[in-house]
């Protein structure tokens, strides 16, 4: 892979996802587009690139899957999850007592992880019976949505969980290799595939909203475009989850900061 192809896959990513690709991500752009160029039997990244670009309908879609990054595991910075339990559910029962109805959002959702540990966090939590819950996931990657769904994971993937978290919302295969999401849990999970960069067709407004590891790969500008989207379709007092290298520094002043990459809007 030379500079130059390097440049028009970074061109590409940025044009088609957002995505801003720097030099530091050329070994993981390296490995993923070379699964292509062999699949396609080319003879070079160029080759590929320019089928690529005579050929948008045929092979876009491929291409944003390997690029776009889904590294994920079940409940990933669990803090988030302590808190929103401990805390943010709490607040969320008592304001909606009357409406009983919540509304959430895992925006880059990849293989449902998030999503599915948001789920396993409000049945833990407990007392939504008679409750509309609606928990909407999105993600730009079509395949790992296809892996979501279907809610089916390998037994190392749950490997760091509690025994009585893997009993109570995963039924293990008859092999013991493959784990499945409970009925219960997904219950409330509904996937889309979405662009953040592209019209939102949903109308919230959501009472939290889980956005993390998503804006890294976006620049400065575009990322305050996003908060202002998010800060928008939060009510005012909602909650919003963000990555452990992201901050609102300097982004939005809509949003106070709780810690722990949490915030909380306020206007």
Request: proline share 2%; hydrophobic share 35%.
């Amino acid at each position: 892979m030379t500079d130059n192809d390097f440049q028009r896959i970074s061109d590409l990513a940025g044009r088609y996802t957002g995505i801003v690709l720097g030099i530091q991500k050329r070994d993981m752009v390296y490995g993923r587009i070379a699964r292509r160029v062999r699949k396609l039997n080319l003879a070079s990244f160029t080759h590929y690139l320019d089928f690529l670009e005579t050929n948008p309908d045929q092979e876009l879609s491929n291409f944003i899957n390997v690029i776009t990054t889904n590294l994920t595991s079940f409940f990933r910075e669990n803090h988030h999850f302590e808190y929103l339990h401990k805390t943010v559910l709490k607040e969320v029962v008592r304001k909606n007592s009357e409406s009983k109805r919540i509304r959430i959002w895992s925006a880059g959702c990849s293989t449902g992880m998030e999503p599915y540990s948001i789920a396993m966090t409000l049945l833990k939590y407990g007392g939504f019976s008679g409750w509309d819950v609606k928990l909407l996931a999105t993600d730009l990657d079509s395949e790992v949505l296809d892996k979501a769904r279907a809610g089916v994971y390998s037994s190392s993937e749950v490997d760091g969980l509690e025994e009585s978290t893997i009993k109570n919302y995963f039924q293990r295969g008859s092999d013991g290799k493959e784990v499945k999401i409970k009925d219960k849990v997904g219950q409330f999970v509904h996937f889309k595939r979405l662009n953040l960069l592209e019209s939102w067709p949903m109308s919230g407004p959501f009472d939290f909203i889980f956005c993390r590891n998503v804006v890294i790969y976006f620049d400065k500008p575009t990322q305050k475009v996003l908060f202002e989207r998010y800060a928008e379709m939060l009510v005012v007092g909602g909650y919003l989850f963000i990555g452990h290298s992201e901050n609102l520094h300097g982004i939005s002043d809509r949003f106070e900061n709780i810690g722990n990459t949490i915030y909380r809007k306020i206007r």
